[in-house]
Each structure stands twice: as structure tokens, then as C-alpha cells.
């Protein structure tokens, strides 16, 4: 272990195997680290906090303090940070409101300058997060994202699996799996064609999803559209998961029944 003379470390503290702690980090008492993680300078590590293993976290970030949320009344609770994340230099991201409560982060994620993460996020796998793209409290963004620098989430949004949100973009509600959303008011502009090629679906699987979205283009009305692709006999488990998608959507229904708000594929 290399703990900085200048580091202030919690002697309650769980520290792992190899982890390395910077000048001037401050780890509290409810703090666990896994191996060989890094703590850059000047870190601030706090709450119920557990870091996996293999994680670098740059200078200034500040992990695990309290949301910014007037529910919030003292109680306990953190983050959760899986293992093998870059977390660059001044994200934040904060602990959940709830007793006992996590903001959870998974693996392999890339978070990057001036992020932030707020309380009550659930964040998947192979994500990666823009400078300064704020997201907002109780969101859930699953895996194999990308995120534009600048872009703001509202809260409770739910963005699914592998799509793209473009960069400067105000996303107020829940963006589909596999597309690209963009822009304010946001719209969705089609499908993540390089995402989905990157990731090993067929072309006969992002075909399916194609006619998916032109029903969703053409239709504009979210029941209709769900209805008629229910219709459609289809194997291809994306475009299963595409479809409960927008059943599932808590915010969603209204901007996908807007057609003007939907461009062509």
C-alpha cells in the first residue's frame, strides 16, 4: 500500500491490497477500497462509500457525499462503484437519499471530467460519460451507453442499453434501447447503427429493429405502435427488449406519442 504522508485516512477505513492513496485525499470512516485502486490527489472518499478493484480515480473527485436533496435528513447511506472504472478529474457523484440506500455504478465505465452522478442512479456496465454531462437524481442508464459532453438528464429518466445521446442534448425523458436521441427539445434520430455493428448484431437483427422504429416514425401513437409490433412474428431477442422497453417506460409514453418530436430512420 502507498498512502501519501499528506492523505488523511480514516483508521476504520477498508483498505485492499496495492491500493494507492494520493497528497491530501481525505477517506472516511465508512469507506472501503479494492484492490490496487488508485486515489488520485486531493480525492475526497466519503459515506458509505465501496470502491471495487482496479478503479483510477483522478485528482479532486468527490465520492459518496451527501445528495443534493432537500428528502435527504442525515441518514446512512453511499455509493457503490464496481470494479476496473476511470473516474476523472472533479466528477462528483453522491450518495442516495434512503436509509440504507446506494447510487450504484458497475464496471468497465469511463466517467470523465466534471461529470456527475446523483443520488439514487443506478449506472450499468461499459458506459461511457462525457465532460460535464449531468445526471440527475434516480436515473438508471444501462449498459454499453454513451453519453455527449454537456448533455443534462433529467431525473428518474431511464436510458437503455447500448444507445446515444448526443452532446449538448436536454434528455427529459426516458430514451429507448439502440438509438440515437438528441437535441432540445430532444428527439430520437434513429438507430445507433455503430453501436449495434460495434457490439456483433447481425444485420438481419438491426433490420427488425429499423421497421421497429418507422412503425414508432409513422405511428406516433405509443399503444398503436406497441400493439402492431406485438403483431409482427419476430426471434430477435433486441427487438423484444426495444418493445418492453416502451411498455415498461415510466417517462417515455409522453414524448413518444409526439410525432414531431420523432425524425425519420
Known amino acids: 500500500m502507498k498512502i501519501h ?4 485516512v480514516d483508521v476504520r477505513a477498508v483498505l485492499g491490497d496495492d491500493v494507492e492513496i494520493g497528497p491530501y485525499a481525505v477517506i472516511g470512516p465508512d469507506v472501503n477500497i ?4 488508485v486515489i488520485g490527489p486531493h480525492t475526497i472518499v466519503s459515506g458509505l462509500t465501496k470502491i471495487g478493484n482496479d478503479c483510477h480515480i483522478s485528482p479532486h473527485a468527490v465520492l459518496g457525499e451527501p445528495p443534493q436533496d432537500k428528502k435527504y435528513h442525515g441518514e446512512k447511506s453511499g455509493v457503490i462503484i ?7 478529474e472533479f466528477v462528483t457523484v453522491h450518495s442516495a437519499v434512503g436509509e440504507c440506500c446506494m447510487t450504484v455504478i458497475g464496471d468497465n465505465n469511463m466517467l470523465m471530467a466534471y461529470s456527475h452522478i446523483g443520488h439514487n442512479c443506478k449506472i450499468g456496465n461499459n458506459i461511457y460519460i ?7 437524481g434516480g436515473c438508471q442508464v444501462d449498459d454499453r451507453v454513451v453519453l455527449g459532453g454537456l448533455a443534462g438528464i433529467h431525473q428518474n429518466v431511464h436510458i437503455g442499453r447500448l444507445a446515444m445521446v448526443g452532446g449538448l442534448s436536454k434528455i427529459t425523458h426516458d430514451v429507448p434501447p439502440f438509438v440515437i436521441a438528441e437535441g432540445n427539445p430532444m428527439r430520437l434520430i434513429g438507430l445507433n447503427g455503430v453501436g449495434l455493428r460495434r457490439n456483433n448484431v447481425s444485420s438481419k437483427t438491426r433490420n427488425e429493429l429499423k421497421e421497429i422504429f418507422k412503425l414508432l416514425v409513422n405511428k406516433g401513437n405509443l399503444s398503436r405502435l406497441i400493439a402492431e409490433a406485438k403483431e409482427k412474428p419476430n426471434d430477435f431477442p433486441e427487438v423484444q427488449e426495444f418493445i418492453e422497453f ?9 414524448h413518444l406519442e409526439q410525432k414531431s418530436m420523432v425524425s425519420s430512420c
Open 5 to 8: 504522508s499528506t492523505a488523511i
Open 34 to 37: 479494492g484492490n490496487r485502486t
Open 82 to 88: 464496481g470494479d476496473n472504472n476511470i473516474i476523472r
Open 130 to 136: 462525457t465532460n460535464y454531462v449531468g445526471i440527475s
Open 246 to 254: 416502451l411498455e415498461l417506460s415510466g417517462r417515455s409514453g409522453r
